[in-house]
């Protein structure tokens, strides 16, 4: 897929090491996501949107044990019995906990061997000539996965009652933004990537797409501008709503984002076990993407597209060529963006000023997940790679795509170019939004 030149044996060894440390950090943060936890816990449903906790953890060491121990290291199978319970696309969410799952235990042992047998297939391995490895690849793509389920894992956290498990730091401190929006002129720019080498198959090809001018919010809708949506009865004026987000609000009974309630006239949710305040300038989480669309509606704006959304995170005028980040080619670190489960919170909207965009645009990274208007489609000259199941069968008009990651996201599974998808009716996903509007009539 990417052909890389040639590496050096140093240049192998660095790579090896730089695996090693993504692989060793995903595994820090599953470990502390499950240990959290009694076996009570791990093994029984939160909601019936996810797995049990335990199941996250043993599929995460049967992805790594088909990918890395088996194809990659060419080695035996350390659980083949095992593959069909793990496997996603055999048994629905909410039918896992009736399965003869590994028991907490079970998992743990499971996991470890994997890893085990993985770092010494990673000693051994070439990291190229063979389009799975070339660039370490397939290491980079589970150490990806991996920490994909943590941050679904993160959810189930969310989601569970009782005591507080998780503990954190705030996030720093608000800033004020010079402006409510920002301009992004007319003009084609490169989306997607044929070049990043732990890329997935759906952030591929690199392609030119034109783009129209237009205005798009500094910063994700925060809650105290959500709650002014609700207090204009946004969520009782049909004029605001598509007819099968309407359709929707009115089944599912919407009245506010998911974990939201009220204490008198006060806004208040639940965080992590801890009921608080809504904190005005944070921005709102948690939110659907026919509440997002509502919003927007009820703003006199709408969603961005995706191209609308990459061009304004990625693009730079001054150069004409498009970024890996909003703020450059470096990697994302706690001084561009609120990302790595940091903080168990997106940072209040204006933060990390020195993570803003060449337009203006601040925390399009980390954060909250943001709803575009767009389907998850292939882009031109998509070719599934290595598996149809990670992209491929997801492609269609049932799923809306989220893009930027948030504070649950870990830097490397976050690009500029990564592109996440879920249906519009989910909420238990940490996403919000941010609008935008069309910039014709201005310029004309
Ligand atoms: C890209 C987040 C939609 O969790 O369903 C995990 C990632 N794919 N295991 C998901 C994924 C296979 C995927 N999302
Ligand atoms: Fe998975």
Same mark, same amino acid.
């Given at each position: 897929m990417t052909t890389t030149p040639d590496l050096t044996a140093m240049e192998q060894e660095k790579l090896r090491a730089h695996v090693a440390e993504v692989l060793t950090r995903a595994r820090a943060r599953s470990t502390a996501l499950t240990d959290a936890v009694d076996d009570h816990?791990?093994?029984?449903?939160?909601?019936?949107?996810?797995?049990?906790?335990?199941?996250?953890?043993?599929?995460?060491?049967?992805?790594?044990?088909? #990918?890395?121990?088996?194809?990659?290291?060419?080695?035996?199978?350390?659980?083949?019995?095992?593959?069909?319970?793990y496997d996603a696309f055999k048994h629905a969410r909410v039918d896992r906990p009736a399965l003869p799952l590994l028991g907490p235990a079970e998992a743990r042992g499971y996991v470890t061997e994997v890893r085990d047998k993985v770092l010494d297939v990673l000693d051994h391995a070439v990291l190229e000539g063979r389009p799975l490895v070339e660039g370490a690849f397939a290491f980079g793509m589970i150490a990806q996965h991996e920490q994909q389920h943590?941050?679904?894992?993160?959810?189930?956290?969310?989601?569970?009652?009782?005591?507080?498990?998780?503990?954190?730091?705030?996030?720093?401190?608000?800033?004020?933004?010079?402006?409510?929006?920002?301009?992004?002129?007319?003009?084609?720019?490169?989306?997607?990537?044929?070049?990043?080498?732990?890329?997935?198959?759906?952030?591929?090809p690199a392609h030119t797409v034109p783009v129209a001018p237009f205005?798009?919010?500094?910063?994700?809708?925060?809650?105290?501008?959500?709650?002014?949506?609700?207090?204009?009865?946004?969520?009782?004026?049909?004029?605001?709503?598509?007819?099968?987000? #309407?359709?929707?609000?009115?089944?599912?009974g919407l009245t506010a984002p998911l974990y939201w309630g009220r204490e008198g006239r006060q806004w208040t949710r639940r965080v992590f076990g801890r009921q608080e305040p809504i904190t005005p300038n944070e921005p709102v989480l948690h939110v659907s993407w026919y509440e997002?669309?509502?919003?927007?509606?009820?703003?006199?704006?709408?969603?961005?597209?995706?191209?609308? #959304?990459?061009?304004?995170?990625?693009?730079?005028?001054?150069?004409?060529?498009?970024?890996?980040?909003?703020?450059?080619?470096?990697?994302?670190?706690?001084?561009?963006?609120?990302?790595?489960?940091?903080?168990?919170?997106?940072?209040?909207?204006g933060s990390y000023p020195g993570g803003a965009a060449p337009c203006g645009a601040r925390q399009l990274i980390g954060d909250v997940w943001?709803?575009?208007?767009?389907?998850?489609?292939?882009?031109?000259?998509?070719?599934?790679?290595?598996y149809k199941e990670y992209s491929e069968v997801f492609f269609g008009p049932e799923y809306k795509v989220l893009r930027g990651g948030s504070f649950a996201v870990s830097a490397v599974a976050c690009r500029g170019t990564f592109r996440n998808w879920d249906y519009p009716i989910r909420r238990q996903i940490f996403a919000g939004f941010r609008t935008a509007r069309s910039g014709e009539a201005e310029l004309a």
């Open positions: 816990d791990l093994t029984r449903q939160h909601s019936r949107l996810m797995s049990p906790l335990v199941w996250d953890l043993a599929h995460i060491g049967n992805q790594e044990e088909l #990918w890395l121990v088996r194809d990659v290291g060419g080695r035996d199978p350390v659980r083949q019995d095992i593959d069909e319970l943590d941050e679904t894992m993160l959810a189930t956290h969310q989601l569970r009652a009782g005591a507080p498990a998780l503990d954190a730091p705030p996030p720093p401190r608000g800033r004020r933004v010079p402006a409510a929006e920002v301009l992004v002129p007319a003009g084609p720019f490169t989306m997607g990537t044929s070049t990043e080498p732990w890329a997935l198959d759906n952030e591929r205005y798009l919010d500094t910063t994700p809708v925060t809650c105290g501008a959500y709650a002014e949506f609700i207090d204009d009865g946004g969520y009782d004026d049909r004029r605001w709503w598509t007819g099968a987000g #309407w359709e929707h609000r009115q089944k599912a997002a669309d509502a919003y927007a509606r009820w703003a006199g704006r709408r969603l961005p597209t995706e191209a609308e #959304w990459e061009k304004a995170a990625r693009f730079d005028p001054a150069t004409g060529l498009t970024r890996r980040y909003p703020w450059g080619n470096a990697d994302p670190d706690t001084s561009y963006a609120n990302v790595g489960q940091a903080f168990l919170r997106p940072a209040p909207a943001e709803w575009t208007s767009s389907d998850f489609g292939p882009y031109p000259g998509f070719e599934a790679w290595p």
